[in-house]
């Protein structure tokens, strides 16, 4: 199972979720399996990669090859590992990664699971947006613009206006730096739109929802599920739950990723001879 982060964060925010992973896989008796959370290009230790090697860039300055060369990586980084498939788990910006594994490596994807994402591209105002905070991060070498994440908002979950959470999501951003923080920005403003990945997807899969999360409503989440009419999709909607569920509710995130594992191991067994 690989874990792939949100924006503005990195690897981290998986930790309790990972945690509870593997208890809820040790209790349930599922077959053993690795559980891997990388980190993206320019998160955490992750090396930014040079303009040159971002592939092309558009008019605007969004990376319009930057997503599929990173998705090239991670499926490479399987491989090399003497994997055959592994379940996929992307929670907002790490959807995108899933997205565009479905729809360059599907035959590496045992599984999926989409938290709190988006299979659209960015509408104009959104990718403008992104360049903008990515331009100031660059030129100015701060990563102020990407603080709000850790601030609470009108509407937010009682977990996102708690003070722990404050502290934590604050720490974890300050710990990024702000070429890192710009170049997934212009990769995310360039990804295409995966709409018709969607009906694409035969792994079992599973969706997962905040209640109060702004940028991907359940309402849309469901649609998202609803698209997918090439499997099984379990549904799951967190109450008092925001963008960052992992982080907020991770043990029923957990539930869910295990359940989800739990069929893909099932399905692997009935087909072997």
């Not at 799951?236 to 594992?261: K, R, W, Y």
Request: hydrophobic residues 40%; contains cysteine.
């Amino acid at each position: 199972m690989i874990l792939v982060h949100a924006f503005p964060i990195d690897h981290h925010m998986w930790d309790a979720c990972a945690g509870q992973i593997i208890k809820r896989a040790n209790m349930q008796g599922l077959d053993t399996f690795a559980l891997w959370a990388p980190d993206m290009p320019g998160a955490g230790d992750g090396p930014i990669p040079a303009v040159a090697d971002s592939g092309r860039i558009a008019a605007d300055g969004a990376y319009t090859d930057a997503l599929d060369l990173m998705t090239d990586a991670y499926a490479s980084l399987l491989r090399r590992a003497g994997y055959r498939k592994a379940v996929w788990v992307g929670l907002s910006m790490g959807g995108y990664v899933v997205m565009d594994m479905q729809r360059r490596h599907p035959d590496l994807i045992a599984g999926l699971a989409m938290c709190d994402t988006k299979a659209s591209a960015d509408d104009d105002t959104a990718r403008a947006n992104r360049l903008r905070i990515a331009d100031e991060c660059e030129h100015e070498r701060t990563i102020e613009p990407v603080m709000h994440f850790a601030r609470p908002q009108d509407g937010d979950s009682s977990i996102k206006r708690s003070d722990a959470f404050i502290k934590q999501m604050t720490a974890w951003i300050q710990a990024q730096s702000p070429e890192g923080i710009a170049w997934r920005q212009r990769m995310a403003a360039g990804r295409p739109d995966f709409g018709d990945q969607l009906a694409a997807v035969h792994a079992p899969a599973a969706v997962v929802s905040g209640e109060c999360d702004p940028s991907s409503p359940p309402e849309q989440m469901r649609a998202l599920a609803a698209a997918m009419t090439g499997t099984e999709v379990s549904f799951t909607q967190i109450p008092d739950c925001g963008h960052f569920s992992a982080v907020e509710h991770p043990d029923v995130v957990a539930e869910a990723l295990v359940n989800l594992m739990s069929r893909v191991q099932r399905l692997e067994c009935s087909e072997r001879p």
